[in-house]
């Protein structure tokens, strides 16, 4: 398998609206892929049909060499998600949030204690493991939710906008550990609003109206866009498409 | 492919929010027993201030005498005197006495002689319990009266009859613990799986569970054995105070009750997964599981109101009602010591009812997906 993710003509239409309009990409094993796009321009709906929570209209998807559509189950297995929503459970204390991921994804008591220790050692939450979720503060939350969208050490992480909110000294912690994901082999298939980190990717796509609009290094845009950063690229990209998006909404 | 792991993970998950959740884990578990008691002393009549009337064709010594004893008592008031039985027919209509004692005409001349006589105590009590209690009371004055008489030779009886067909709301706490143990079931099943499930799915923590391998039944399931298991300590709990308390008979198999208790559960649990699953919204759950399973449960059910007496149509309404059906196994096996053989058309219907909700549920909850 050398791809860990390929669509061809991915398409998902509500009613008459089209969110997701015939794209095709493919993502390499251990890659940090930046799926970027204006709100409403299909990214969404997009991820969802990777994850295997919509069923899409016409085409096809392969994650991590399963059929999304025929082979869910399996691809579910290979898989780790982590929503634009804080995915923990507050009132259950950080062990308890890591074993029930843990055991969800099939993993055995001693392998679930093992890694507990480890990813609480990384994180440096050794001294808070038995504290609730709730009363950690945010970045913490965040980093916590991405080791657990890991514990079943998948080999590909969804990470829906997973620094929102967060301060940029957690973000650029947050990207670290992306990387360090990327290096033990996980491809990391991750949205984001802030180009910064955008930058940060080994490649991007960025999504106009349910098409892709640009996609590859972000050296390579900037020099076949001819412009400075990603952000212009971006804002240059997404604005004929205001109108749309305003249309669009649900995307 | 069958995950043991999985589901016992996502249920210990689920036991720990129930127990995290001290506020609500004790409300739930209190509430029987709040309700048992409320409502059982709320429905009883007051025996304290039985308002009595006097049934007095002929008023003579010892008349006079039984009546002012009653009305020194504590316990009673007298609201009237009058001639005739159908004279006391009004009071009754109007609700102004409890209950009426019918004197033999020349009461003090049989006693005189020594022959037997007779007093008639009519109640419109179709509570038993009170009915019991009014006629101990009763039977204490007069038994203080004939003593005070010594003439213990004459034999004064006391008949107590009762009359059903005034007041026929006003059931009786035995009528009425079936029904509020459902009222509880349908609390703690089908409101407290509503604002759970949909409590994941507003938090976006459902999206998570749903990527990943655990199937929508899985988590269905994991959901709902966890307050099946608290339904059962409250059905546990309601039998108990309404045993402890009010001295409910229990005539027939208590491993029938709590297994046809348990079935009902289990209708209340998937009508609010099919609740949680067509909302959208923690409080759009909580509202829909109140109007669609708590009122229509409390009210149509023959809890409160009985059936025979709501309009043609609304009958037919009641049919669909989960409550409805398990009240008459429950009533039935409390208060006759029905068996299987007797109830098993209607734990059939609950039978299908699960089956159809269920089904119901698992799709919605699937189909939300796409």
Known sequence: MSNAIEVQELTRKFGSFTAVNAITFTVGSGEVFGFLGANGAGKTTAIRMLTGLLAPTSGEAQVAGFDVFTQAEEVKRKIGYMSQRFSLYGDLTVRE??????????????????????????????????????????????????????????????????????????????????????ADGTTVFVTTHYMDEAEYCDRVSIMVDGRIGAMGTPAELKAEFKVGTLDELFVRLARPAGNATVAGGGG | MMRPGA???????????????????????????????????????????????????????????????????????????????????????????????????????????????????????????????????????????????????????????????????????????????????????????????????????????????????????????????????NVVTALLAAWAVFQVPFRGSLALLLVASMLYSMVSLALGVLVAAITTSQRAAMIGAMAGTMLPNELLSGMIFPIASLPDWLQWVTIVIPARWYIVISRGIMLKGAGIEHLWSEMLVLVAMLAGFLLLAVRSFSSRLD
């Open chain 1, 97 to 182: 949030n890591i074993a029930l991921y843990g055991g969800i994804y099939g993993l055995d008591d001693g392998e679930i204690r093992e890694r507990s220790e480890a990813m609480l050692g990384h994180l440096g939450l050794r001294d808070s493991g038995d504290d609730l979720v709730a009363s950690l503060p945010l970045g913490w939350k965040q980093k916590l939710a991405f080791s657990v969208a890991l514990v079943h050490q998948p080999a590909v992480v969804f990470l829906d906008e997973p620094t929102g909110g967060v301060d940029p000294v957690t973000r650029r912690q947050f990207w670290e550990m992306i990387y360090a994901a990327a």
């Open chain 2, 7 to 233: 589901m016992r993970a996502f249920m210990v998950k689920e036991i720990r929010h129930i127990l995290r959740d001290r506020q609500t884990l004790t409300i739930l578990l209190l509430l029987p027993l709040a309700m048992v008691v409320l409502f059982g002393y709320a429905l009883r009549s007051d025996v304290k201030d039985v308002r009595i009337a006097f049934v007095d064709p002929m008023p003579d010594d010892a008349t006079g005498a039984i009546r002012n004893r009653f009305a020194g008592s504590a316990r009673f008031q007298v609201v009237d005197v009058v001639p005739t039985v159908a004279a006391v027919e009004p009071l009754f209509r109007r609700g102004a006495a409890d209950v009426a004692l019918v004197f033999e005409p020349d009461l003090a001349g049989r006693l005189s002689r020594g022959s037997p006589a007779q007093l008639l105590l009519i109640g419109d009590v179709s509570d038993p319990n009170t009915g019991t209690t009014i006629q101990a009371y009763a039977s204490a004055i007069l038994a203080d009266y004939q003593r005070d008489l010594s003439t213990a030779r004459s034999g004064m009886r006391i008949e107590m009859r009762t009359r059903m067909r005034y007041n026929p709301t006003l059931e009786s706490v035995n009528l009425f613990v079936p029904g509020l143990i459902a009222l509880v079931l349908t609390l703690v099943s089908a409101l407290m799986t509503a604002i759970s499930l949909s409590k994941e799915k507003e938090r976006g923590t459902l999206e998570v569970l749903l990527v990943s391998p655990l199937r929508p039944w899985q988590i269905i399931l994991g959901k709902v054995l966890p307050y099946l298991l608290l339904a059962f300590v």
